[in-house]
């Protein structure tokens, strides 16, 4: 059984900046890719960043430039630098990652970015 885990929300002002960490657990095999969904209140959930083996990215247009997907290359271990933060960046931060076909979520980390 895979389980992702996150850690690194908290609250921050405006500008300031915050890093999330995601580990994967529950399977020795690559897990591909690795991405971090966010989840504002009363909106759908949306793609934020994600990590392709290969080391292709992907970003959400409100937030390239400002944050950066990397990932560990030994681990299965996705981490989410996130600059410059703005109060549109608040809600649930969520990672996953989809192994054989099948998309797997962690339990998600708040994020609140007051003005």
């Known amino acids: 059984q895979v389980q992702l885990v996150e850690s690194g929300g908290g609250l921050v002002q405006a500008g300031g900046s915050l890093r999330l960490s995601c580990a994967a657990s529950?399977?020795?095999?690559?897990?591909?890719?690795m991405a971090w969904y966010r989840q504002a209140p009363g909106k759908q959930r949306e793609l934020v960043a994600a990590?392709?083996?290969?080391?292709?990215?992907k970003y959400h247009d409100s937030v390239e430039g400002r944050f950066s997907v990397s990932r560990d290359g030994a681990k299965n271990t996705v981490f989410l630098q996130m600059n410059s933060l703005e109060p549109d960046d608040t809600g649930v931060y969520f990672c996953?990652?989809?192994?054989?076909?099948?998309?797997?979520w962690g339990q998600g980390t708040q994020v609140t970015v007051s003005s």
């Open positions: 529950g399977t020795p095999f690559t897990i591909n890719p």
């Open positions: 990590f392709y083996l290969g080391g292709t990215t």
């Open positions: 996953s990652g989809i192994w054989r076909g099948n998309t797997y």
